[in-house]
């Protein structure tokens, strides 16, 4: 059965701390990894990963693909409390599904 | 402006009685999604269509309708709503996966 596993659920940290988000699948015909950010309404779109080993980067944030292990990580550096939300990976199966994981809720304190 | 519309936001209805939630997009994508979001399950996909006429069921599809008549909409069915589907939806509509627009969603509350 595919499936998106995402850890930690939960993560609590200081302005200024960098954080790790981890996201890894099993599905049978991967062809891209998503990254979105849910705050309290619907998730907006952050990185889409296709490739092994190239870092996608927007300000703070940045991520990279492992295809080879199976996984994507997610960095924050120098966390905003404007960071805090449900970080969601999701995999496309095929051509036409998404599948999710449950998230990660980052929480960032003054 | 870009968006994705749903409507109603909220809604509180009884076991049994239909319901149709309604989502469209002005963007001209020609894919669009069903969504519901539950705490410690994630977003999981109901039904998904790649244009006009054609749908296809996601991985929750039990206890819904859809249907594509025009490309801006993509209208999501209760026929007969159980507490079961007590959650909140998410319609979204994109022409690749990373321009994935999201609606704000929809609340719905099945006494």
């Known amino acids: 059965e595919d499936k998106v596993v995402q850890s930690p659920l939960s993560l609590v940290v200081h302005e200024g701390d960098t954080v790790t988000l981890n996201c890894s699948y099993e599905?049978?015909?991967?062809?891209?990894l998503l990254w979105y950010k849910q705050e309290k309404k619907a998730p907006t779109f952050l990185f889409m990963l296709?490739?092994?080993?190239i870092e996608k980067k927007s300000g703070r944030l940045s991520s990279i693909l492992d295809k080879k292990e199976l996984f994507s990580i997610l960095n924050i550096t120098a966390t905003q409390t404007g960071d805090s939300a449900v970080y969601l990976c999701?995999?496309?199966?095929?051509?036409?599904?998404?599948?999710f994981g449950t998230g990660t809720r980052l929480q960032v304190f003054p | 402006e870009a968006q994705v519309t749903q409507n109603p936001r909220y809604l509180i209805t009884v076991t049994g009685k239909k319901l149709t939630v309604t989502c469209s997009q002005n963007?001209?994508?020609?894919?669009m999604s069903w969504y519901r979001q539950d705490p410690g399950l994630g977003l999981r996909q109901i039904y998904y269509s790649m244009n006009v006429e054609v749908t296809d069921k996601g991985d929750v599809p039990e206890g819904y309708k859809v249907s594509r008549k025009e490309k801006r909409n993509f209208p999501l069915i209760l026929e007969s709503p159980s507490p079961n589907q007590t959650s909140l939806y998410f319609c979204?509509?994109?022409?690749?996966?990373?321009?994935?627009?999201f609606g704000p969603g929809t609340r719905l509350t099945v006494l």
């Open positions: 296709t490739s092994s080993g």
């Open positions: 599905v049978t015909n991967f062809r891209s």
């Open positions: 979204a509509s994109s022409q690749g996966w990373d321009t994935q627009y």
């Open positions: 999701a995999v496309e199966e095929g051509t036409d599904k998404l599948i």
């Open positions: 963007m001209n994508h020609e894919y």
